[in-house]
């Protein structure tokens, strides 16, 4: 399963996002200077977070990005969703129906083949397992310690407006 790099990038602002709540919207202009990237291109890939109501953002001086609900009500499949959009990964072109092979075939092309059905199961249990899995999960993982959050709150903090 190949996704883009706005996942990752998602991801990590909905988990610092999640962080800072308390703080009230965070900038653009912070976010982008703690992942160290461009305003325009982190903006970019949180804007169809903000369609999909994952994110808010509020215009103004003391405006920015914030969580749009609660971290534990959305999961990294919406997030995923959001970014990368609901595409299936494997289309099935039925290439079992092409060239001499399909001659003569019978109702056994009714049903799929068991190319498509070893795909769609693994699919379906990829898109479980992220969908088991929330931003508040994500936040309280051994992985992202209190002590990683307190770098990202001082760093944010931090960050000339």
């Known amino acids: 399963m190949r996704m883009g790099e706005s996942v990752e990038w998602g991801l990590h602002c909905c ?27 982190l903006k970019k890939r949180l804007q ?7 994110l808010g953002s509020s215009p103004g001086v003391h405006g920015g990005w914030s969580l749009a609900r609660s971290p534990d009500e959305i999961t990294v ?7 990368e959009g609901a595409v299936e990964p ?14 003569g075939a019978g109702p056994e092309f009714d049903r799929p083949c068991g190319v498509t059905t070893v795909m769609r199961r ?11 899995h929330t931003i508040a999960e994500l936040m309280a993982s051994p992985e992202s310690a209190e002590r990683t959050r307190r770098n990202y709150e001082r760093m944010i903090a ?4």
């Open 15 to 41: 988990v610092t996002l999640g962080w800072l709540a308390d703080r009230g919207p965070v900038s653009i202009r912070r976010l982008a200077a703690w992942f160290d990237l461009p305003q325009e291109y």
């Open 48 to 54: 169809p977070l903000a369609r999909a109501g994952i």
């Open 77 to 83: 499949m919406d997030v995923v969703t959001a970014l």
């Open 90 to 103: 494997f289309r099935c072109a039925e290439i079992r129906r092409r060239g001499v092979g399909a001659r």
């Open 122 to 132: 693994a699919e379906l249990a990829w898109r479980r397992e992220l969908a088991a």
């Open 158 to 161: 931090s960050v000339v407006e």
